[in-house]
């Protein structure tokens, strides 16, 4: 069912078993998991089907620190969130990144990959990505061509990555949403307050608001925040009527630890003989490997989680770096600039007369390639969301970015570019040359041009220990028996890959719990009855 | 008169670009001959130019080897280096390059100029520059 809140009576009180705040991916992932149960699910989005550039604005806010991009253009802010413009990479999260890595401050996840790897499985669904997708064999059963780097596997292994289409959830969910009997879609409804009882235990309801000047109140049972993670960490900071810090923020967690999942065009590797190194380029529709350094190799060097992709350089030296030219407000303008700059780059090719002699195989031959290094940022405190004093037009304060990075960046990306030079060497396959910002090993900071994947995380982190984390391990916040938080915000560490694929994940491990949780609840109280 | 001044201006462009190409060749060939100045798998991709470059860097870097009797003295230890076989330029590239391998595999590694690459490899650019 969908309601659009524009239209309700102003003052409308709005009833479930369940509200799910923010139809993104972590969202719909729930929703969908909850759909055809016996749980009334209130499915609350800010925004319409569509882009609409007034409701975009809400997200608008200050950043410092780290150049970032304008906080308005890096999320979406409409039915489907930000797989409206996903690049579809999905990959998951390895086995060590879970793990407490002491050179880590703050590393270390309440779950293993392995609780998680059943959700994996699932989510794959939702993503549209096949059941091989990240088995390296399988795909070179397939096709004999795809030869990985001749590296020692005890150091170096190549990590696939799948591809989605990319799904638009908006667009493949928004029917089966709208027409699931449990699920009630509220579009334009956004929150601007949560409010708990008086010893601020449990969430009473939270405060919808539009455009149309209507304010609307949900009451529900059990509650989920699935904003994204710069936002979810505002609608919980921007809560602070009850509680001056802001909810669940007693240990001053909330926005604390924000981390990006940094890329770099950093390294040029140039081989002795040309290649076309097909098991690495964006060849194949569906699979790609970038090179990724062995776990015991991350522990022995005492480094942070990062990959390796490979682009030819002739191709790379013409499409600028994200963080430089991402600088509209607009995401749709961003995003148009960077399909021209890369459908130059690859598609209006000059081919050299002789060259065209050639066949079509050898002119996809390169010698030097660009590494473009994918590196989990290392959690910092001081990397954080924090609130404005300026609000939005709905009267929430707006949102204050500060990115910052600790020495363990590049560190770690110095370290896997002199791994991977190594190995070059010891194959004699070619040489790495590092580019000029990597060169003055006192020097730790990272060049403006470090980009981020727009892909936000950590800043309502998981822990068992609440002076560690403002989730506990089912993504409930710590002290509030009925408030959990969906999406990569959680995530205590990031990872040398993109987030949505273990987002989806582990939306769909709370989605689970959840059911469980509704299920106890409805049977203690018709045992009560 | 205009044909005359047209070949003579045509010779004369013909000798200015030509024999500079042909000096090029020549020394291009020299050089390719000499193992220890010519880093083979550098060279696939690196000018020599850029290596004399390289091996500028290196000798910054590394003031104590900033001479030729120092470099070779690396390159090739005296024992080998008075060995007979090493008359043969394919045996001599042949070694280098083995000890080269050897280098990457005992982190004998080096970063100069953004390049990583072996001690060997960093000397015979610094011999080149020199010679």
């Given at each position: 069912?969908?309601?659009?809140?524009?239209?309700?009576?102003?003052?409308?009180?709005?009833?479930?078993?369940?509200?799910?705040?923010?139809?993104?991916?972590?969202?719909?992932?729930?929703?969908?998991?909850?759909?055809?149960?016996?749980?009334?699910?209130?499915?609350?989005?800010?925004?319409?089907?569509?882009?609409?550039?007034?409701?975009?604005?809400?997200?608008?806010?200050?950043?410092?620190?780290?150049?970032?991009?304008?906080?308005?253009?890096?999320?979406?802010?409409?039915?489907?969130?930000?797989?409206?413009?996903?690049?579809?990479?999905?990959?998951?999260?390895?086995?060590?990144?879970?793990?407490?890595?002491?050179?880590?401050?703050?590393?270390?996840?309440?779950?293993?990959?392995?609780?998680?790897?059943?959700?994996?499985?699932?989510?794959?669904?939702?993503?549209?990505?096949?059941?091989?997708?990240?088995?390296?064999?399988?795909?070179?059963?397939?096709?004999?061509?795809?030869?990985?780097?001749?590296?020692?596997?005890?150091?170096?292994?190549?990590?696939?990555?799948?591809?989605?289409?990319?799904?638009?959830?908006?667009?493949?969910?928004?029917?089966?949403?709208?027409?699931?009997?449990?699920?009630?879609?509220?579009?334009?409804?956004?929150?601007?307050?949560?409010?708990?009882?008086?010893?601020?235990?449990?969430?009473?309801?939270?405060?919808?608001?539009?455009?149309?000047?209507?304010t609307n109140n949900v009451t529900a049972s059990h509650f989920v925040l699935a904003c994204a993670g710069i936002q979810n960490a505002r609608v919980l900071l921007a809560a602070n009527k009850q509680s001056p810090k802001g909810l669940g923020n007693d240990n001053d967690l909330v926005g604390r630890y924000f981390m990006e999942h940094l890329e770099i065009k950093s390294a040029e590797l140039w081989l002795k003989q040309k290649s076309e190194l097909k098991l690495y380029m964006f060849a194949s529709p569906r699979v790609q490997g970038e090179l990724a350094i062995m776990p015991q190799k991350q522990i022995e060097y005492e480094i942070l989680n990062g990959i390796v992709s490979f682009t030819p350089l002739e191709i790379a030296k013409k499409i600028p770096s994200y963080i430089t030219k991402w600088t509209n407000t607009d995401p749709r303008e961003d995003q148009k600039y960077f399909d021209q700059a890369t459908y130059e780059a690859r598609g209006n090719r000059i081919v050299h007369f002789?060259?065209?002699?050639?066949?079509?195989?050898?002119?996809?031959?390169?010698?030097?390639?660009?590494?473009?290094?994918?590196?989990?940022?290392?959690?910092?405190?001081?990397?954080?969301?924090?609130?404005?004093?300026?609000?939005?037009?709905?009267?929430?304060?707006?949102?204050?970015?500060?990115?910052?990075?600790?020495?363990?960046?590049?560190?770690?990306?110095?370290?896997?570019?002199?791994?991977?030079?190594?190995?070059?060497?010891?194959?004699?396959?070619?040489?790495?040359?590092?580019?000029?910002?990597?060169?003055?090993?006192?020097?730790?900071?990272?060049?403006?041009?470090?980009?981020?994947?727009?892909?936000?995380?950590?800043?309502?982190?998981?822990?068992?220990?609440?002076?560690?984390?403002?989730?506990?391990?089912?993504?409930?916040?710590?002290?509030?028996?009925?408030?959990?938080?969906?999406?990569?915000?959680?995530?205590?560490?990031?990872?040398?890959?993109?987030?949505?694929?273990?987002?989806?994940?582990?939306?769909?491990?709370?989605?689970?719990?959840?059911?469980?949780?509704?299920?106890?609840?409805?049977?203690?109280?018709?045992?009560?009855? | 008169?205009?044909?005359?001044?047209?070949?003579?201006?045509?010779?004369?462009?013909?000798?200015?670009?030509?024999?500079?190409?042909?000096?090029?060749?020549?020394?291009?060939?020299?050089?390719?001959?000499?193992?220890?100045?010519?880093?083979?798998?550098?060279?696939?991709?690196?000018?020599?130019?850029?290596?004399?470059?390289?091996?500028?860097?290196?000798?910054?870097?590394?003031?104590?080897?900033?001479?030729?009797?120092?470099?070779?003295?690396?390159?090739?230890?005296?024992?080998?280096?008075?060995?007979?076989?090493?008359?043969?330029?394919?045996?001599?590239?042949?070694?280098?390059?083995?000890?080269?391998?050897?280098?990457?595999?005992?982190?004998?590694?080096?970063?100069?100029?953004?390049?990583?690459?072996?001690?060997?490899?960093?000397?015979?650019?610094?011999?080149?520059?020199?010679?």
């Amino acid at each position: 069912m969908h309601i659009d809140a524009r239209f309700l009576e102003n003052n409308s009180l709005i009833e479930g078993d369940i509200c799910i705040i923010g139809a993104g991916a972590a969202g719909l992932s729930i929703a969908l998991e909850l759909m055809n149960t016996p749980y009334k699910v209130i499915l609350l989005e800010g925004g319409g089907f569509q882009y609409d550039d007034r409701i975009q604005e809400l997200y608008r806010g200050k950043t410092t620190g780290q150049p970032y991009y304008p906080i308005k253009s890096s999320e979406l802010h409409y039915f489907g969130g930000t797989t409206g413009h996903w690049g579809g990479m999905c990959s998951p999260f390895d086995p060590v990144i879970f793990l407490k890595r002491p050179w880590i401050a703050k590393s270390g996840w309440p779950i293993t990959r392995e609780m998680l790897m059943p959700y994996y499985d699932r989510a794959r669904f939702n993503l549209d990505i096949g059941i091989y997708g990240f088995d390296l064999d399988y795909w070179q059963k397939q096709d004999p061509t795809l030869k990985s780097f001749p590296f020692d596997e005890n150091v170096i292994w190549t990590k696939i990555w799948n591809f989605s289409p990319p799904t638009r959830f908006g667009e493949k969910y928004r029917n089966t949403i709208v027409n699931a009997k449990n699920i009630h879609l509220y579009t334009y409804a956004n929150v601007v307050d949560i409010t708990a009882n008086e010893e601020i235990s449990c969430v009473n309801s939270v405060t919808v608001k539009n455009y149309a000047g209507k304010t609307n109140n949900v009451t529900a049972s059990h509650f989920v925040l699935a904003c994204a993670g710069i936002q979810n960490a505002r609608v919980l900071l921007a809560a602070n009527k009850q509680s001056p810090k802001g909810l669940g923020n007693d240990n001053d967690l909330v926005g604390r630890y924000f981390m990006e999942h940094l890329e770099i065009k950093s390294a040029e590797l140039w081989l002795k003989q040309k290649s076309e190194l097909k098991l690495y380029m964006f060849a194949s529709p569906r699979v790609q490997g970038e090179l990724a350094i062995m776990p015991q190799k991350q522990i022995e060097y005492e480094i942070l989680n990062g990959i390796v992709s490979f682009t030819p350089l002739e191709i790379a030296k013409k499409i600028p770096s994200y963080i430089t030219k991402w600088t509209n407000t607009d995401p749709r303008e961003d995003q148009k600039y960077f399909d021209q700059a890369t459908y130059e780059a690859r598609g209006n090719r000059i081919v050299h007369f002789f060259e065209s002699f050639k066949s079509e195989e050898t002119r996809k031959m390169h010698q030097s390639f660009q590494m473009i290094m994918r590196l989990e940022q290392a959690p910092n405190p001081l990397s954080r969301v924090t609130l404005c004093n300026e609000k939005d037009e709905l009267g929430v304060p707006r949102a204050a970015l500060h990115w910052a990075f600790t020495s363990l960046e590049k560190k770690s990306i110095r370290k896997i570019y002199e791994i991977i030079g190594q190995q070059a060497g010891i194959t004699g396959i070619g040489r790495v040359k590092l580019m000029d910002e990597l060169l003055d090993e006192k020097d730790e900071s990272l060049p403006v041009t470090t980009s981020g994947g727009w892909h936000h995380m950590g800043t309502t982190r998981m822990s068992d220990d609440p002076k560690n984390g403002v989730v506990n391990a089912d993504c409930r916040i710590h002290g509030i028996q009925n408030l959990y938080i969906a999406g990569s915000s959680c995530f205590p560490t990031g990872s040398g890959v993109n987030p949505t694929y273990t987002i989806v994940a582990l939306s769909i491990r709370l989605a689970d719990h959840l059911k469980e949780v509704l299920k106890e609840n409805k049977r203690l109280s018709n045992g009560k009855k | 008169m205009k044909r005359r001044a047209f070949i003579l201006v045509s010779i004369t462009a013909g000798t200015a670009t030509g024999i500079p190409f042909l000096y090029n060749s020549y020394r291009r060939s020299v050089w390719r001959n000499q193992p220890l100045i010519y880093p083979s798998l550098l060279s696939s991709f690196c000018d020599e130019e850029s290596l004399r470059n390289l091996g500028i860097s290196y000798r910054k870097i590394n003031p104590a080897e900033n001479s030729e009797k120092q470099l070779l003295s690396f390159l090739i230890p005296n024992k080998v280096r008075e060995h007979s076989a090493l008359t043969d330029r394919a045996l001599e590239s042949h070694q280098l390059e083995m000890k080269v391998q050897e280098d990457f595999m005992n982190n004998k590694i080096i970063v100069v100029n953004g390049w990583e690459i072996s001690l060997t490899e960093a000397r015979q650019c610094a011999l080149l520059s020199l010679s």
